[in-house]
């Protein structure tokens, strides 16, 4: 079955260490997504690819940094500069279009927890 | 800009009674809607959708919502709630940022309890 894989699913990390997390899509999107989620706070937009070797800033991009080599995956680096990255973090795709009216597939997310 | 506002953070519902999530958005033009729907620990669901046409959608797993313009709103029923519905409800409205191209904003969630 198409879908996004997101790894790893936990990931625990030192206090100025960089770490990536993975995601995979098998849907044939060409739009990607990097979403952070906060107790109460609804998901924000930290990057977002349309197409290969191309991709903007979202709303929250400070201290992360992401890549788009292939089609299929858009990994997401947090880098020591992100002043608190312990977070929900979701990768999600979709198709692009005329009209925008696009609908986006998520995976199941990484959850970051900064000792 | 966009902007999305569930004002109830929680609710708690009893099992086969009704149930009826709120989100009001601010948006310049005709919005996209979307409910999306997340289960503890996982990603999101889409639950249904609103581009143009009839406002009342119907999504799965017995959830519709309507869209009324003069209100501004986009509420999410279902008419009996399961037990397997305690989830955590996102409202989204969509605009253009390219042509083809959509971000979403998401409001904050509303956490639905189920109780026996």
């Known amino acids: 079955d198409g879908g996004i894989t997101q790894s790893p699913k936990y990931l625990f990390r030192k206090e100025g260490q960089n770490v990536t997390l993975s995601c995979e899509q098998n849907?044939?999107?060409?739009?990607m997504y990097w979403y952070r989620q906060d107790p109460g706070q609804g998901l924000r937009l930290i990057y977002y690819?349309?197409?290969?070797?191309?991709?903007q800033k979202g709303d929250i991009a400070e201290g992360y940094s992401v890549s788009r080599e292939k089609k299929e995956s858009f990994p997401l680096t947090v880098t020591s500069a992100q002043k608190n990255p312990t977070a929900f973090y979701l990768c999600a795709s979709s198709n692009t279009g005329l009209g925008g009216a696009n609908v986006l597939t998520f995976g199941a997310g990484s959850r970051l927890t900064v000792l | 800009a966009q902007s999305v506002t569930q004002p109830d953070i929680h609710i708690t519902v009893s099992e086969g009674a009704s149930l009826e999530l709120r989100c009001n958005y601010s948006?310049?033009?005709?919005?996209?809607l979307f409910w999306y729907v997340q289960s503890p620990g996982q990603g999101l669901q889409l639950l249904l959708k609103?581009?143009?046409?009839?406002?009342l959608v119907q999504g799965i797993k017995g959830f519709e919502a309507e869209f009324k313009r003069s209100q501004s709103s986009f509420n999410l029923r279902k008419p009996s709630v399961h037990w397997s519905d305690a989830a955590e409800y996102f409202c989204?409205?969509?605009?253009?940022?390219?042509?083809?191209?959509?971000?979403?904003?998401f409001g904050t969630g509303t956490r639905l309890l189920v109780s026996p």
């Open positions: 609103y581009f143009s046409g009839d406002t």
């Open positions: 989204a409205v969509g605009g253009l940022m390219n042509i083809g191209f959509q971000k979403l904003v």
């Open positions: 849907l044939n999107h060409d739009a």
């Open positions: 948006y310049g033009a005709t919005p996209y």
């Open positions: 690819s349309q197409i290969v070797n191309d991709f």
